[in-house]
T-cell receptor
Framework: AQRVTQPEKLLSVFKGAPVELKCNYS??????LFWYVQYSRQRLQLLLR??SRESIKGFTADLNKGETSFHLKKPFAQEEDSAMYYC??????????FGSGTKLNVKP | DAGVTQSPTHLIKTRGQQVTLRCSPI?????VSWYQQVLGQGPQFIFQ???????GRGNFPDRFSARQFPNYSSELNVNALLLGDSALYLC???????????????FGPGTRLTVL
């Protein structure tokens, strides 16, 4: 069965510090992995997807199939990065499975 | 384009009642998905529709049903409401529901359902 685990409910870092939001998944096939972000009073929106291999707002994420992880990283956190982050998995039939989310709080 | 729109914004019902939630996708998007988000949890997949056909269903009871109209808008119906159905219901649209590929999903603001 598909499952996405985000072990941290809350992550607090200081501005300029590196940040890593953890995501582990379980899926028997070849999944697509995504990070979605929800800023305060805004809609859930796509941040990045693993197949794009791009950096958005300084964030990157590498799919590690051996460790079944898709951790989100940014070398220098900014206050505007404070938001709720969700890791999601798709089984290639447009069914998405979301983790429970990690709230990132970047302190000044 | 206003993006994905959902109505109503908030809704209060009592146990046993029925509710219909509505979603209008982004213009040109043919696929609509529904999610339930309970407080403190991530969205849980309920249904996906493409070209009026159900393409996927999550682990929800038969009290949950949906349909998609020729203009690609969609309705989610929940019968015999339970207290546990209280949640934010999200709709997401995507360009196409091609099997074997995954399109970017664009989410609406959600409908907050409270069951008393």
């Amino acid at each position: 069965a598909q499952r996405v685990t985000q072990p941290e409910k809350l992550l607090s870092v200081f501005k300029g510090a590196p940040v890593e939001l953890k995501c582990n998944y379980s899926y028997s096939g070849s999944p697509e992995l995504f990070w979605y972000v929800q800023y305060s009073r805004q809609r859930l929106q796509l941040l990045l997807r693993h197949i794009s291999r791009e950096s958005i707002k300084g964030f990157t994420a590498d799919l590690n199939k051996g460790e079944t992880s898709f951790h989100l990283k940014k070398p220098f956190a900014q206050e505007e990065d404070s938001a709720m982050y969700y890791c999601a998995l798709s089984n290639n039939f447009n069914k998405f499975y979301f983790g429970s989310g990690t709230k990132l709080n970047v302190k000044p | 384009d206003a993006g994905v729109t959902q109505s109503p914004t908030h809704l209060i019902k009592t146990r046993g009642q029925q509710v219909t939630l509505r979603c209008s996708p982004i213009s040109g998007h043919k696929s609509v998905s529904w999610y339930q988000q309970v407080l403190g949890q991530g969205p849980q997949f309920i249904f996906q529709y493409y070209e009026k056909e159900e393409r996927g269903r999550g682990n929800f009871p038969d009290r949950f049903s949906a349909r998609q109209f020729p203009n690609y808008s969609s309705e989610l119906n929940v019968n015999a409401l339970l207290l546990g159905d209280s949640a934010l219901y999200l709709c997401a649209s995507s360009l196409a529901g091609v099997r074997g590929s995954t399109d970017t999903q664009y989410f609406g603001p959600g409908t907050r359902l409270t069951v008393l």
